[in-house]
Structures are given as structure tokens and as C-alpha cells.
């Protein structure tokens, strides 16, 4: 069994929050729009983390960061991007598991076999959305998604 932690749009703001509720991930993924890259640092403390570039994400470190990340996890492929709208119509056919960020809100939406997935946004409020994670438990072929506030209660 693995847990994917999943993140976007944290906008150089790390709550702690975010931190508790990604602890015991096995890996983490960023969907871009960083803001920070100290914030990839803090994410790598706990685990293997990977980030997409995102519209926002400036400066020599985030700009040299992927437009997509492929890979896998037990059974289970996995392709990220900043943006839905921007993501390869052969993904759906080649991955399980679609991870983007951008819009600030959080989606979950099973098509056939595959999991989109919107994590929500974890850095300064915007748009009155929640502010949300995802965590992701593979087991098998199994894919169990869950999405996490982290506003304090």
C-alpha cells in the first residue's frame, strides 16, 4: 500500500497544516504554482516529492521545474500538469490517476477507470474556496482518494 500526498497552488505559503496532513506519505506531488521553492524543501523532509511548473512559478528553480510529471505508483500510472485544460486527450487512456491544479478548487472525478483529481489549493485564500490536500492511498490496483482541509478548526 502507498499514500500519495497531493498539493497545488500553495503561492509561497506553507501552512502547517498542510505538513500534518501529508505526514507518512510515501511520496508527494505538487501540482504546481509553488510561489517557493523552500516549500519542494519542506515537502521533501517527508517524503519524495515532485512538482509541475506552474503559470505563477518564477525564478531560476521553478522555471526549471517540468510542465508534466509521468509516473507510477504500485499498479497504478500516474500523469501530472498545472492546468486541466492543458492535459494530453491519451491520458486518459494511458493513466489511472490525473493530477492538475490552477483553478483553486477541489474535484474528484472518477471516468471510467481513471481518477481526476484537483487537490485544491493549500496557500492564501482565494476565490472564497476551501483550502484543501488530497491524499491518494494505492493498494493494488485500488485508488482511494480522499481531500483534507487545512484551515485550522
Known amino acids: 500500500m502507498i499514500r500519495l500526498g497531493i498539493v497545488s497552488d500553495t503561492h509561497g505559503q506553507l501552512r502547517p497544516r498542510v505538513l500534518e496532513q501529508l505526514a507518512g506519505c510515501d511520496r508527494i506531488l505538487h501540482a504546481g ?3 517557493d521553492p523552500t516549500i519542494l524543501d519542506r515537502l521533501s523532509e517527508i517524503a519524495p516529492t515532485d512538482a509541475v511548473r506552474g503559470n505563477t512559478d518564477f ?3 521553478l522555471s526549471a521545474l517540468p510542465a508534466v510529471v509521468s509516473g ?3 499498479e497504478v500510472a500516474y500523469r501530472m500538469i498545472h492546468q486541466r485544460e492543458h492535459v ?3 491520458w486518459q487512456s494511458s493513466a489511472q490517476l490525473i493530477v492538475y491544479g ?3 478548487r ?3 472525478e472518477w471516468r471510467g477507470r481513471t481518477l481526476w483529481l484537483n487537490p485544491g489549493a ?3 485564500r482565494r476565490f472564497h474556496l476551501p483550502l484543501t490536500v488530497a491524499v491518494v492511498t494505492i ?3 485500488r485508488v482511494i482518494p480522499e481531500i483534507f482541509s487545512v484551515e485550522l478548526p
Do not use: I, N, T
Open 88 to 90: 494530453p486527450v491519451d
Open 72 to 74: 507510477s505508483a504500485e
Open 106 to 108: 477541489p474535484e474528484l
Open 59 to 61: 525564478g531560476e528553480r
Open 102 to 104: 490552477h483553478s483553486h
Open 139 to 141: 493498494d493494488g490496483p
Open 122 to 124: 493549500a496557500g492564501p
Open 33 to 35: 504554482d509553488v510561489g
